[in-house]
Protein backbone atom coordinates (compact mmCIF):
# COMPACT_ATOMS: atom_id res chain seq x y z
CA UNK A 1 0.00 0.00 0.00
CA UNK A 2 1.61 3.17 -0.81
CA UNK A 3 0.63 6.83 -0.23
CA UNK A 4 1.01 9.79 -2.58
CA UNK A 5 1.86 13.09 -0.65
CA UNK A 6 3.36 15.34 -3.41
CA UNK A 7 1.42 16.34 -6.07
CA UNK A 8 3.01 16.40 -9.46
CA UNK A 9 3.08 19.27 -12.06
CA UNK A 10 1.41 17.42 -15.31
CA UNK A 11 -1.91 16.47 -13.22
CA UNK A 12 -5.40 18.42 -14.17
CA UNK A 13 -6.73 20.53 -11.99
CA UNK A 14 -9.49 22.26 -11.37
CA UNK A 15 -10.25 25.31 -13.48
CA UNK A 16 -12.82 27.89 -11.77
CA UNK A 17 -13.51 29.57 -14.70
CA UNK A 18 -17.27 29.75 -16.66
CA UNK A 19 -17.23 28.67 -20.21
CA UNK A 20 -18.86 31.27 -22.77
CA UNK A 21 -18.51 29.49 -25.65
CA UNK A 22 -22.21 28.09 -25.16
CA UNK A 23 -23.54 31.17 -24.44
CA UNK A 24 -22.38 32.86 -27.16
CA UNK A 25 -23.75 30.60 -29.47
CA UNK A 26 -27.04 30.84 -27.61
CA UNK A 27 -27.27 34.53 -27.82
CA UNK A 28 -26.11 34.63 -31.74
CA UNK A 29 -29.16 31.94 -32.40
CA UNK A 30 -31.50 34.21 -30.39
CA UNK A 31 -30.43 37.45 -32.04
CA UNK A 32 -30.90 35.68 -35.58
CA UNK A 33 -34.42 34.27 -34.52
CA UNK A 34 -35.79 37.94 -33.46
CA UNK A 35 -34.18 39.30 -36.75
CA UNK A 36 -36.34 37.12 -38.06
CA UNK A 37 -39.23 37.25 -36.35
CA UNK A 38 -39.46 41.31 -36.30
CA UNK A 39 -40.30 42.27 -39.58
CA UNK A 40 -43.05 38.88 -39.29
CA UNK A 41 -44.20 41.03 -36.82
CA UNK A 42 -45.42 44.28 -37.98
CA UNK A 43 -47.37 43.31 -40.83
CA UNK A 44 -50.46 45.53 -41.08
CA UNK A 45 -53.88 43.62 -41.38
CA UNK A 46 -55.80 44.55 -44.57
CA UNK A 47 -59.37 45.90 -42.72
CA UNK A 48 -61.75 47.73 -45.04
CA UNK A 49 -62.83 50.75 -42.01
CA UNK A 50 -66.23 52.43 -42.31
CA UNK A 51 -67.04 55.81 -42.56
CA UNK A 52 -67.99 58.33 -40.24
CA UNK A 53 -70.41 61.50 -40.88
CA UNK A 54 -69.62 62.86 -37.37
CA UNK A 55 -68.77 67.25 -37.58
CA UNK A 56 -65.17 67.39 -37.16
CA UNK A 57 -63.91 69.34 -33.78
CA UNK A 58 -64.22 73.46 -34.28
CA UNK A 59 -61.02 74.56 -35.16
CA UNK A 60 -59.95 76.77 -31.95
CA UNK A 61 -59.97 80.91 -32.85
CA UNK A 62 -57.24 82.81 -32.86
CA UNK A 63 -55.61 82.66 -29.75
CA UNK A 64 -55.30 85.47 -27.27
CA UNK A 65 -51.55 85.97 -26.66
CA UNK A 66 -50.16 88.85 -23.75
CA UNK A 67 -47.09 90.15 -24.10
CA UNK A 68 -45.08 91.05 -21.21
CA UNK A 69 -42.17 93.50 -22.36
CA UNK A 70 -38.67 94.49 -20.90
CA UNK A 71 -40.21 97.59 -20.11
CA UNK A 72 -42.81 96.08 -17.74
CA UNK A 73 -45.59 97.10 -19.92
CA UNK A 74 -48.00 94.42 -21.03
CA UNK A 75 -49.96 94.16 -24.00
CA UNK A 76 -53.41 92.11 -24.99
CA UNK A 77 -52.49 91.27 -28.80
CA UNK A 78 -51.44 94.29 -30.02
CA UNK A 79 -53.47 96.94 -27.74
CA UNK A 80 -51.16 98.00 -24.90
CA UNK A 81 -53.01 97.56 -21.74
CA UNK A 82 -52.51 99.09 -18.34
CA UNK A 83 -51.86 95.73 -15.24
CA UNK A 84 -54.92 96.82 -13.34
CA UNK A 85 -56.89 96.27 -16.38
CA UNK A 86 -55.49 93.34 -18.11
CA UNK A 87 -58.46 91.20 -17.04
CA UNK A 88 -60.96 93.64 -18.96
CA UNK A 89 -58.61 93.98 -21.74
CA UNK A 90 -58.64 89.86 -21.62
CA UNK A 91 -62.35 89.63 -21.45
CA UNK A 92 -62.83 91.87 -24.35
CA UNK A 93 -59.97 89.19 -26.38
CA UNK A 94 -61.72 86.15 -25.51
CA UNK A 95 -65.27 87.07 -25.56
CA UNK A 96 -65.73 86.46 -21.32
CA UNK A 97 -64.80 82.97 -22.02
CA UNK A 98 -62.42 82.22 -19.70
CA UNK A 99 -61.72 78.79 -20.28
CA UNK A 100 -59.75 79.84 -23.31
CA UNK A 101 -55.72 79.72 -23.67
CA UNK A 102 -53.90 82.46 -23.08
CA UNK A 103 -50.68 82.44 -24.33
CA UNK A 104 -47.72 84.38 -22.50
CA UNK A 105 -44.63 85.58 -23.86
CA UNK A 106 -42.75 87.29 -21.60
CA UNK A 107 -39.16 89.07 -22.21
CA UNK A 108 -36.21 86.99 -20.94
CA UNK A 109 -34.42 89.74 -19.23
CA UNK A 110 -37.60 89.67 -16.83
CA UNK A 111 -37.11 87.67 -13.73
CA UNK A 112 -38.89 85.17 -12.50
CA UNK A 113 -40.88 87.19 -9.95
CA UNK A 114 -42.39 89.42 -12.56
CA UNK A 115 -43.62 86.69 -14.79
CA UNK A 116 -44.87 84.28 -11.75
CA UNK A 117 -46.53 87.86 -10.73
CA UNK A 118 -48.33 88.32 -14.17
CA UNK A 119 -49.27 84.97 -14.04
CA UNK A 120 -51.21 85.42 -10.62
CA UNK A 121 -52.63 88.35 -11.93
CA UNK A 122 -54.13 86.34 -15.14
CA UNK A 123 -55.32 83.70 -12.00
CA UNK A 124 -56.86 86.16 -10.26
CA UNK A 125 -58.83 87.64 -13.47
CA UNK A 126 -60.30 84.07 -14.34
CA UNK A 127 -57.55 82.63 -16.54
CA UNK A 128 -56.40 79.57 -15.71
CA UNK A 129 -55.42 78.05 -18.74
CA UNK A 130 -51.72 79.79 -19.53
CA UNK A 131 -49.13 78.71 -21.55
CA UNK A 132 -45.43 80.38 -22.16
CA UNK A 133 -44.60 81.06 -25.67
CA UNK A 134 -40.46 80.52 -26.31
CA UNK A 135 -38.58 80.72 -29.08
CA UNK A 136 -37.69 76.74 -31.00
CA UNK A 137 -33.64 76.10 -30.54
CA UNK A 138 -32.33 73.33 -33.12
CA UNK A 139 -29.32 71.73 -31.63
CA UNK A 140 -28.25 72.04 -28.14
CA UNK A 141 -29.39 74.27 -24.86
Known sequence: ??????????????THEINVTPFIDVILV????????????????PVNLPSASGEPPPHPGKP???????????????????????GAALDAASGSDR???????ADQTLSYGEVMGLMNLLRNAGYLRVALVALETRGGP
Open 64 to 86: IFVTFKADRSLAVGDETVVRAGI
Open 1 to 14: MAIRLAKRADEDTE
Open 30 to 45: LLIIFMVAAPLATVDV
Open 99 to 105: GQRVLLR
